[in-house]
């Protein structure tokens, strides 16, 4: 079984530009989390999609929005950067099975703002 | 809010010496622990919960409500036991939402 699929894995862009990262979560889950990783803040939560609905949101800014597809392949993006947010950001998908916070991890998307 | 501390940044020790990694949370119900580990140039996977009551790779965690505690320990260390390890808590609906600790980074001397 494939694992979480992050794309793209690193990339560069200036302050006032936006991103857009995708996720494609492991075959059959339809639970997809989104978390920041920063040295400074440590791994925090941005929001949680299901069969194409937000259940759950942390506390970032309305910058940060994602959606999710019917094939639950699920996207954020990130609208005026800030230097701030250089941060590797993390997909995790989750199947149910094992409980709504199992969470299986892609790689990250290294995201450097200049 | 939840939070979770995990005091120590760094922890060291020889090979098969005992090892535990604190964990503490505050969260008024009842919340899920974890505890996620990430190995060298690996990804964040999960190694335990508290829910499963099981050892993985010699690791075991007892939840202690009474010192709202999640401690992750091994009898004997393993120099493959070197990663960062994250202690983790969810709490009601949370759907995904993990709050983690800061990590601490075990290193296991031959």
């Known amino acids: 079984k494939a694992g979480v699929t992050q794309t793209p894995r690193y990339l560069i862009k200036t302050r006032g530009q936006q991103v857009t990262l995708s996720c494609s979560p492991i075959?059959?889950?339809?639970?997809v989390s989104w978390y920041q990783q920063t040295p400074g803040q440590g791994l925090q939560f941005l929001f949680e999609?299901?069969?194409?609905?937000?259940?759950n949101k942390g506390n970032f800014p309305g910058r940060f929005s994602g959606r999710q597809f019917s094939n639950s392949r699920s996207e954020m993006n990130v609208s005026t950067l800030e230097l701030g947010d250089s941060a590797l950001y993390l997909c995790?998908?989750?199947?149910?099975?094992?409980?709504?916070?199992?969470?299986?991890f892609g790689a990250g998307s290294r995201l450097t703002v200049l | 809010a939840q939070r979770v501390t995990q005091p120590e940044k760094l922890l060291s020790v020889f090979k098969g010496a005992p090892v535990e990694l604190k964990c503490n949370y505050s969260?008024?119900?009842?919340?899920?622990l974890f505890w996620y580990v990430q190995y060298s140039r690996q990804r964040l996977q999960l190694l335990l919960r508290h829910i499963s009551r099981e050892s993985i790779k010699g690791f075991t965690a007892d939840l202690n409500k009474g010192e709202t505690s999640f401690h992750l320990k091994k009898p004997f260390a393993q120099e493959e036991d070197s990663a960062m390890y994250y202690c983790?808590?969810?709490?009601?609906?949370?759907?995904?939402?993990?709050?983690f600790g800061q990590g601490t980074i075990l290193t296991v001397h031959p």
């Open positions: 983790a808590s969810a709490g009601g609906t949370s759907y995904g939402k993990l709050t």
């Open positions: 969260y008024s119900g009842s919340p899920e």
């Open positions: 995790a998908s989750n199947g149910g099975g094992g409980g709504a916070n199992v969470l299986t």
């Open positions: 075959s059959g889950h339809r639970s």
């Open positions: 999609y299901f069969s194409e609905t937000q259940r």
